[in-house]
Each structure stands twice: as C-alpha cells, then as structure tokens.
C-alpha cells in the first residue's frame, strides 16, 4: 500500500505537534507541503471524530472505533496510531 491509499488517518494526538509530525513520517504529506497543507484546512479524513481533546485520553482505543465507523461509511483503508509508554504502534484497517 502506499500513502495515497488511505481514506482516513487517526493519528494519536495528545501534543499538538504529534499530527503534523505523523502526517511527514507516514509520506501523508510532503515536508515541504506541510505548512501550507495545514493552513488550507482541507483535512477532514484527519480524525474526524476530533481525537484526543474531544473524546479522551485512552492511547488510541477510541481512534481504532472511529476507524472502523470510517470503513463502514465507505473508506476504503483507515491508518491508525496509538501510543503507550515509550512506545508508539500504527495499524492499517481495511475493508
């Protein structure tokens, strides 16, 4: 699969700086797009159910439920990131 593949990204959002961060490391968006990319606004696929901040801090468990709404909406492959400890963890879900 490749970056252009996936319909939904629920990345692990604790610190503010962890979305952009995963958006450059999984190739979502170039490194030099970035800034631009972000001010556009045009990221809805990004979690859409509002991460973290909205629906509480269980290191990405909600993420992977609201992936798997995504994929039954009709997206196609959700990439989801989670977090524990030192230690961070990524999963493609398809349908």
Do not use: C, I
């Amino acid at each position: 699969m490749k970056p252009r593949d996936v319909d939904a990204m629920l990345p692990y959002d604790a610190y503010s700086w962890l979305v952009p961060r995963q958006l450059e490391d999984f190739g979502l968006v170039e490194r030099g797009d970035l800034g631009a990319y972000l001010l556009e606004r045009r990221h809805a696929w990004v979690n859409p159910h509002g991460g973290l901040l909205s629906e509480g801090y269980v290191h990405g468990l909600n993420n992977v439920a609201q992936a798997v709404r995504e994929l039954r909406a009709g997206a196609g492959t959700a990439l989801v990131t989670g977090f524990g400890g030192s230690y961070g963890s990524a999963a493609l879900l398809t349908w």
